[in-house]
Structure formats: C-alpha cells, structure tokens
C-alpha cells in the first residue's frame, strides 16, 4: 500500500511508529522513497523498507525513539557507504560517521552513564542500545 497520500505527504498511520513521531520532511523522505522502491522493486515491500531507511539515514540520525536532522548529510556508516551489498552491520540509525564529539553530546543528552570514559565505538553501540530501549518504551506507552 502507497506510504504517500494524495496530498503528497506521509500516510502517518502506515509509516514505522519512529517515524510517525518524527518531522513531516523525515516522514515524507521515507514515505517517497519507499512508494518508488515498491514501483522499481516489483511490489518486493521488504527491499522498499531498506531502500527507504537508506534514503532517511542519508539526513536522519536515530534519536531515542524518532528521527532528527543530521548536521551533515552523508552515508551514517561503513554499511551505508558501500551500499546494499556490504556485509558490514548497520549502526541502527545512529550516524556512526559523525565527530565523537557528536555522538558524546548526544550520549550525554541521552543521560548515557560512563559516556566520559567511552571511545567512539561503544559510544555509537551505547547510543544504539539507548535508541532501542527508548523506542521500546515509546511503543509500550
């Protein structure tokens, strides 16, 4: 079913729950894309999330239990920057490619304990277990 209403915007009750507490642009990116993946991909609605969830972490990053404007656009991590056929793990929608200054500010604004004495790697892993949790909590409540 077309993510994408008549009036041109996300179909809000079809989206993922992140999105649908996400900005309108975040929610019409997804809802776009994966209207256009389902036309090139042959009705195939799994290839058409991904191809969506691609596009969206393009200027998106995972934050707690909805989507925020990056401060750069950009692929989000090694799996993005190869693309579809990389065998390396996504980061969840954590942008894995910003500073570690970044990823600590958004730790802290997260309330991660122990984010001081992190490298960036368990910083992008701390914030994706936080997202996780958050996004549970939203979903429950």
Do not use: C
């Not at 990056?70 to 969840?92: F, L, M, Q, Y």
């Amino acid at each position: 079913m077309p993510k994408t209403g008549k009036n041109d915007h996300a179909r809000k009750d079809e989206l993922p729950s992140t999105l649908q507490r996400s900005e309108q642009k975040a929610q019409d990116t997804f809802a776009k894309t994966y209207d256009s993946a389902m036309e090139t991909y042959d009705d195939d609605s799994s290839r058409a999330a991904r191809t969506a969830f691609a596009a969206l972490k393009h200027s998106y990053e995972k934050v707690g239990d909805h989507w925020e404007p990056k401060e750069e656009r950009g692929p989000s991590d090694d799996h993005a920057e190869e693309g579809a056929a990389s065998t390396k793990p996504t980061a969840g929608g954590v942008d894995a490619n910003a500073s570690k200054e970044h990823l600590y500010q958004r730790a802290k604004d997260m309330d991660i304990k122990g984010r001081s004495a992190m490298d960036k790697k368990e910083l992008v892993e701390a914030l994706q277990k936080a997202n996780d949790a958050a996004t549970r909590k939203a979903r429950e409540g």
